[in-house]
């Protein structure tokens, strides 16, 4: 599970990455699923919080979401309680909070770790030593934008908002439009 690629421009990377779909997780209900289960989706994974000031990006998500799905977009929501203990709650809790309190129809996953010893797979692929993009996740809501073929191409900071210029442009032209 090792991804190489150059970094361009300390967000932008090279085509050349690894192939990540092969990397198993689980969705919020504990099936078994993949990036693959994407294929030929662009995929802007983001690690969640229900308690996290940056909370609020949910609503830009689901509407960055709900613009580009039909183009192919998906947005898929990771939640991490390795910050600040920002999300506490059981699978069943975050997904009524999400769909209660931001309407969010995106695809949740099962809650993991982002850095440390138990980080996830998935995310030492994008951030390890030898990572997409080498250096832990900062805080809740960094986001990695996944291209058709699965390979990661930009990284986004938590602070970095999902409807900014920056991050709907990469999307727009991960799309192809």
Not at 79 to 86: K, S, T
Request: net charge positive.
């Amino acid at each position: 599970m090792k991804a190489i690629a150059a970094l361009f421009a300390a967000t932008m990377i090279s085509a050349t990455a690894a192939d990540l779909t092969s990397i198993p997780f689980k969705d919020i209900k504990g099936k078994e699923t993949s990036l693959k289960d994407f294929k030929g989706k662009v995929v802007l994974i983001v690690n969640t919080a229900s308690k996290c000031g940056n909370t609020p990006q949910y609503t830009p998500l689901e509407a960055l979401y709900a613009k580009y799905k039909d183009k192919g977009l998906v947005v898929v929501g990771f939640p991490c309680n390795d910050f600040g203990a920002q999300e506490p709650g059981s699978a069943d809790e975050i997904q009524e909070f999400c769909k209660t309190k931001y309407s969010v129809t995106f695809p949740m996953m099962e809650k993991v770790h982002v850095k440390g010893a138990e980080q996830h797979p998935l995310y030492a692929a994008l951030t390890g030593e030898k990572g997409a993009f080498p250096g832990n996740v900062t805080w809740n809501f960094g986001k990695f934008l996944i291209s058709k073929d699965g390979k990661p191409i930009a990284r986004f900071e938590p602070k970095t908002a999902p409807d900014s210029t920056e991050v709907v442009s990469a999307v727009e032209k991960a799309l192809g439009n």
